[in-house]
């Protein structure tokens, strides 16, 4: 009789760290991912590697290289923006709070990084919630997925100017 009082709340609080835990590792992995992604396109490495395809499907595969990632990389997003000082600028959000996916735009935008410039890298990817009972970001998408998002801020080093 005193299980049948404890259960249930025992194994929503389960499911509660259960579904925290994997939203946490999730939000780490793009952290990790992106960082990578910052110094590839810090150091000019990234621009050396050109190979005339599609830089963004390139820096996607950087990213998803090396590691367990608990998100598609398919389903990932980047927006890459490119400045000449830390003049605040308007990055484009990649939720629309109005109808609850991903903003118009997002994701559309790749200048390739040139020596001594600073670039704001962002990031977004959706992932799946398992159990729906909490919302870290404010961002529930379509399909019981949550948006995660990441984002570097940095000055790229003095290489010579190469395209992507």
Same mark, same amino acid.
């Not at 992604?37 to 830089?55: C, K, N, S, V």
């Not at 950087?62 to 398919?74: E, Q, T």
């Not at 704001?120 to 729906?132: G, N, T």
């Given at each position: 009789?005193?299980? +049948? ?37 810090? !150091? ?40 000449? +000082? ?30 001594? +410039?600073?670039? +704001? ?15 870290? !970001? ?17 000055? !790229? ?8």
């Amino acid at each position: 009789m005193e299980f +049948s009082l404890v259960a249930l709340p025992l194994f929503a609080l389960i499911a509660v760290i259960l579904e925290a835990s994997l939203i946490v590792f999730a939000q780490h992995r793009l952290d990790v991912s992106t960082e990578r992604a910052a110094r590839l396109l810090r !150091t000019g490495t990234f621009q050396a590697g050109a190979t005339g395809d599609d830089p963004v499907a390139r820096l996607r595969t950087a990213m998803c290289g090396g590691g367990f990632n608990m998100f598609r990389c398919a389903d990932m997003r980047i927006d890459l923006t490119r400045t000449e +000082s830390f003049v605040p600028s308007q990055i484009a959000a990649p939720y629309d709070p109005k109808t609850f996916d991903w903003s118009a735009g997002f994701g559309a935008r790749f200048d390739c990084p040139a020596g001594n +410039s600073v670039v +704001s890298l962002r990031v977004a990817v959706p992932v799946l919630r398992p159990f729906r009972f909490l919302d870290f !970001t404010g961002q529930a998408m379509p399909g019981g997925r949550q948006l995660l998002t990441s984002t570097m801020v940095f000055r !790229t080093e003095g290489f010579e100017d190469r395209s992507c």
